[in-house]
């Protein structure tokens, strides 16, 4: 099964296409202001002594903007936009070294330093940028010049690095050249590219002697103990890894690296550490609203069902590499599991991470913010997005993957075409020799139906596969007009529709979206006694500007939102509304809840339990949406009962 290229993929949605609009016409200019001012796009003309000297990892901050670039061109041509990305490819061609190495902070400023250290200087994550930016803009284009210069250093690497004697039996600190390799592979046919992404993957962690303790003698520095490099995943050779460990935008990056190798070698080992990964990380690691990597200090995974809000991580970084695995593993595997993650991911935790204005961003995403207290460690003010980092991974990387949303929704094998995200608008397709057209008509997410038209230029014989998303309890699928049984259609999340199809052939899809009631699983300490809510794929949060201070004092009476038998919320329970003039348009929910009061507290700390609680109604909006109005607090997980004692209540 492949991805349907973004540039078959038209979108009309009222969700997806105002992001994707601000992105190209507001994203894509401040990022490059910025990356001019602070240095990065003219970093191969710095000399000693002059301000804003080459940083170890500024390449892939520029060649990710390049990437997302590319992708808008590809679907929006911009002359100003392409002379830009041409002025620096010019700069990269005028600072590739005879031998194909191109890297600016090496180049410049520490050349003596070059392949040293592999674990902590980023020159092959560099690298991979570079690579992927270099394809997307070939395919964008057509023009070869960055194309060919990328095919240079990967040969230069390739020369470098390897099993064979007399090269290095290195890797990366910091996976992503791995998947580029394999871009790389796919665009040019080389067929070392993809051999050199399988090597730094099985070479990975493996031991005696390790490579990193190889480099820190050669550097005359004392060697590490192995299991202190599970911060890059190198503590064991990845085929004998079980858990999602370490910083979590390597591991990502690193998995879906293993995917892709699979897909081109069928590497059952690998597969096999893939689906480990995948349930360790999903199943235990991961925030409800697709976000990973809990701690902040290593910006990556802990231990299992740890996963604090206030000062829970998520990098925005993390979220996308998320939906890159995600989507890999889909297309191995054809299993409704992997898109359910990516949908999560995509419309909670990864957009999140810019503004409704495109101008500002989060590097955390946490799931509760009390702003005015914030602790030492924190990239950025925890309540308010930033208009850009020292370390500035996350704003070209949410670009990029806007630019290229398109890629997400459709798919397709030799049998049929797979719907993976409902979102409206159209794409275009070719089976059997035969031109087909799918139109998606939907309000999706706030809207329960999806109205998909099938146009074929003659009769053909194929199957539709739409996903039926965990999170729905009844759907309901009409072929023009007529009701199918979903149960019988069923198959690893997706209802296969399986007919001749003709021309404007109707689908109507119905996904049935009451306000969920979600608790955590048990043993996620920091979430006993609260829940969230979920409509749809939409996490909801409180946020302070709706719902006044003291968030963390309010408690929703859980068992009056259920019926009987604990298992489906009550739907007149809660009021949803969608406000178009809101935030862009989203949709909220009321419902009543109850505040602990604190007027009888006086000047004491604790006292015997005798709280008063006041009946309030609250309103909650999409996380999504979140810190686009004044600063205050957040609030994703809320206190609960299990009854309520009105005695309590005034």
């Known amino acids: ?5 973004f540039t078959n993929v038209k979108i009309t949605d009222k969700f997806w296409g105002p992001r994707i609009t601000v992105n190209r016409e507001v994203t894509l200019p401040i990022e490059y202001k910025l990356c ?12 000693p002594g002059k301000p804003n000297q080459p940083h170890i990892y500024w390449d892939s901050d520029v060649a990710k903007w390049v990437e997302a670039g590319a992708y808008s061109l590809a679907t929006n041509p911009d002359p100003r936009l392409e002379k830009q990305m041409d002025d620096y490819i010019d700069l990269l061609a005028k600072g590739q070294l005879k031998d194909g190495y191109l890297n600016s902070h090496f180049s410049l400023v520490e050349p003596e330093k070059r392949w040293t250290n592999l674990r902590d200087q980023h020159e ?34 390739d020369k470098t690095f390897g099993d064979e004697k007399g090269k290095k039996r290195g890797y990366p600190g910091h996976q992503e050249i791995e998947l580029a390799l394999v871009k790389l592979y796919r665009t040019t046919g080389e067929k070392r590219y993809l051999k050199l992404a399988e090597f730094f993957l099985t070479e990975r962690g493996r031991p005696s002697p390790h490579y990193y303790n190889q480099e820190e003698k050669a550097r005359g520095e004392e060697a590490r103990a192995v299991e202190s490099y599970i911060n890059l995943q190198a503590h064991l050779p990845i085929r004998e890894q079980k858990d999602a460990v370490g910083h979590a935008v390597r591991a990502c990056y690193m998995y879906a690296g293993m995917a892709d190798v699979v897909a081109e070698t069928g590497n059952k080992e690998l597969m096999q550490a893939c689906r480990r990964l995948w349930k360790s990380m999903t199943q235990k690691r991961m925030y409800i609203t697709g976000g990973i990597g809990s701690e902040r200090f290593q910006e990556g995974f802990t231990s299992d069902y740890d996963l604090p ?28 599991q992997y898109a359910d993650v990516m949908e999560r991911a995509l419309y909670n935790g990864v957009i999140s991470g810019v503004s409704l204005d495109g101008k500002k961003f989060f590097y955390a995403n946490r799931l509760a913010v009390k702003p005015e207290v914030i602790e030492r460690g924190y990239h950025v003010h925890p309540a308010a997005r930033q208009e850009w980092f020292g370390c500035s991974c996350c ?24 719907i993976n995200l409902y979102v409206a608008g159209s794409g275009k ?64 999340g997706y209802a296969q529709i399986r007919r001749q199809w003709k021309k404007d052939d109707m689908i109507e899809l119905t996904l049935p979206m009451p306000v969920e009631v979600i608790e955590a699983h048990p043993d996620v300490r920091q979430d006993a006694g609260k829940v969230a809510l979920q409509r749809g794929p939409i996490v909801y949060c409180l946020e302070q500007t709706d719902n006044g201070p003291g968030l963390d004092r309010i408690f929703l009476p859980v068992a009056s939102l259920m019926e009987r038998d604990g298992s489906i919320p009550r739907q007149d329970n809660f009021e949803i509304l969608h406000k178009p003039k809101l935030l862009g348009g989203i949709t909220i929910i009321r419902t009543v809840a109850f505040v602990k009061n604190t007027d009888d507290w006086k000047e004491k700390l604790y006292r015997p339990v005798k709280s008063n609680y006041t009946k309030k109604q609250i309103t909650a909006i999409p996380y999504c949406a979140w810190a686009n109005r004044e600063v205050g607090e957040m609030l994703v997980w809320i206190n609960s009962f299990s009854t309520v004692d009105n005695q309590f209540c005034m």
């Open 1 to 5: 099964m492949q991805p349907v290229t």
């Open 36 to 47: 001019m001012e602070t240095g990065r796009i003219n970093a191969w003309e710095w000399q």
């Open 124 to 157: 092959l994550y560099c690298a991979g940028h570079l690579m992927e930016a270099a394809v997307a803009y070939y395919q964008a284009t057509g023009k070869k010049k960055f194309l060919d210069i990328m095919c240079r250093y990967a040969d230069h690497i």
């Open 309 to 336: 809000n206030d000062t829970g991580y998520a990098e925005t970084c993390a979220a996308i590499a998320l939906v890159f695995f995600a989507h890999r593993m889909l297309h191995l595997e054809k299993d409704g």
């Open 395 to 418: 704003p070209p990387n949410v670009a990029r993957l806007l630019a290229s949303f398109g890629t997400y929704v459709y798919s397709h094998d030799n049998d049929g075409i797979w």
């Open 429 to 492: 397709f070719e089976m059997d020799g035969h031109n087909i057209e799918i139109t998606q008509e939907t309000a999706y997410p706030w809207g329960e139906k999806v109205g998909i038209k099938i146009s074929t230029e003659t009769p053909s014989h194929f199957a539709v596969n739409l996903r039926i998303p965990q999170w729905c309890r009844n759907p309901e699928i009409k072929v023009n007009g007529k009701i199918d049984d979903i149960s019988k259609l069923l198959k690893k």
